[in-house]
């Protein structure tokens, strides 16, 4: 009878415990469904939202490179110059600043940085044309982006130092009219295309795997598709830049009385002042490139201290050794050869790599604004050619050496398989050249063609009694010193 008494209990248990299984299968159900029918449904596309801290060291990088326009290259250039051209160079330099970034914004931003072919992008983003706050750009991490106004100031600011560096080749003599003229032809046709094929990509989240990869590389500028790596701009800005200036030292012809008066600087005070600015200002210029506040950046801002260092004393101590004194000229221009020299390398090499190329930098530029310099025959102002040409031509080749990992170099990093690929010396060293040679071939065009049209049209050179005057007074009516 216990045992029956069990058997019932247990058999009413589960008989009234059975509604309520069917009420929760039953209530389960739509739940299910909606489950089921969410999975099925498209997945939302994500929003990529722009890093604060990238943005804020983007945006500080940027004003750091305004900085190294103006004042540090005006206060570098005109204290090079003799008095009376003083505030002829600082208003070159200033107002080239000024017009360079207004067309920025108005088409050069958009024919650099739009998809379009090899060369050029295209006219889409006109006077930033669809651009909001909310619009972003792609850094070199996977789903990290930065505000694309940030990135627009930031690529502006190189393109205006990059014209106003061209004045150093031609000062004392150029009417200013016709520099501006210049800098608006070679603004267009030089600088623009040489920023697309070096710098335009489609970012990294395209590289999804290996056919997007190939896909994504054909929109890439033609240098990009080369494989030359350029940081921060050795080919786009230094190269391109001392094309034009050698070119415009030709066919400028060279200052009244050259080689039998004295065009000492007037001011080596302002020159040092300089200096320093550019020294300071390239932190954002270099480090500033990495578009992140990343490792890859604080790599990018040691090397671009160190290797300036070494260049500086390595110009330095060899003039010492030649001249017997060692001068605060060669000591600032050797630190504008490592500045320059560093700049491809700054985010690729170890700090080894850097130590080394800073050293070479300050030699191998010393020989450029001397022996080289003799044996061009050109009456290059300022030096721009023997410095940024000749440091950005042996950084830009340092470079596909000393990125090896084998010798402390990050390396190439691949976007499909997602980690550093095989590096091949020889191979990169090819893509170096590729942009070295491209980069001379592309400006020095460019450069003979604007030249020669305004020069047609304007006339390229002040009247002889007007350089003997100064251009201080003969083209502005003003004088930068009243003793």
């Not at 080596?268 to 020294?279: C, N, P």
Request: net charge negative; aromatic share 12%; with cysteine.
């Amino acid at each position: 009878m216990k045992h029956l008494f069990v058997i019932l209990a247990l058999f009413g248990a589960v008989t009234c415990g059975t509604p309520a299984w069917a009420e929760e299968k039953a209530a389960a159900t739509p739940v299910a469904t909606a489950v089921a029918e969410a999975a099925a449904a498209p997945a939302a596309p994500v929003v990529l939202v722009a890093n604060k801290g990238d943005n804020a060291w983007v945006m500080v990088s940027a004003a750091l490179v305004i900085l190294m326009s103006i004042p540090g290259l005006a206060l570098f250039y005109g204290g090079l110059v003799r008095a009376k051209n003083m505030l002829s160079v600082l208003m070159q330099v200033f107002v080239t600043f000024s017009l360079i970034s207004v067309l920025w914004v108005i088409y050069g931003y958009s024919v650099a940085f739009t998809e379009g072919g090899n060369f050029f992008g295209t006219l889409d983003k006109l006077f930033l044309k669809g651009m909001t706050v909310d619009s972003v750009v792609a850094t070199f991490s996977k789903t990290v982006v930065i505000s694309e106004y940030a990135y627009v100031i930031f690529q502006g600011a190189f393109a205006a130092i990059t014209c106003g560096l061209i004045v150093g080749a031609f000062a004392e003599r150029a009417k200013f009219s016709a520099i501006l003229a210049f800098m608006v032809l070679w603004f267009t046709f030089s600088y623009l295309p040489m920023a697309h094929m070096v710098w335009y990509w489609a970012g990294p989240d395209a590289y999804t795997d290996a056919a997007a990869g190939e896909a994504a590389g054909k929109t890439a500028g033609f240098l990009f598709q080369k494989g030359a790596l350029d940081f921060a701009g050795g080919t786009v800005v230094h190269i391109n830049a001392a094309i034009a200036g050698i070119i415009g030292a030709f066919m400028i012809g060279k200052r009244v009385g050259y080689g039998k008066e004295s065009m000492a600087p007037h001011s080596l005070t302002f020159t040092m002042i300089g200096a320093s600015l550019l020294w300071f200002g390239w932190f954002g210029f270099n480090a500033g490139s990495a578009l992140e506040a990343s490792g890859g950046a604080a790599l990018a801002m040691v090397n671009t201290w160190v290797a300036t260092a070494c260049a500086t004393l390595s110009w330095m101590f060899a003039e010492w050794m030649i001249k017997g004194k060692p001068s605060m000229l060669g000591a600032a221009s050797g630190a504008v050869a490592g500045l320059v020299a560093i700049t491809p390398a700054a985010g690729f090499v170890g700090v080894m790599g850097a130590i080394a190329i800073g050293l070479l930098a300050g030699i191998v530029c010393l020989w450029g604004v001397n022996g080289l310099k003799h044996m061009l025959g050109a009456d290059d102002s300022l030096d721009v050619f023997g410095v940024h040409g000749v440091g950005g031509i042996l950084g830009a080749i340092l470079t596909g050496v000393f990125c090896a990992p084998s010798l402390g170099g990050t390396g190439v990093y691949d976007y499909v398989a997602n980690k550093v690929g095989d590096y091949d010396m020889s191979a990169q060293l090819v893509s170096q050249l590729w942009g070295v040679g491209t980069t001379i071939v592309w400006s020095g065009l460019v450069s003979l063609v604007a030249y020669k049209l305004v020069d047609m049209v304007i006339g390229l050179r002040v009247p002889e009694e007007e350089e003997r005057e100064g251009l201080d007074i003969a083209s502005h009516g003003e004088s930068a010193y009243h003793i």
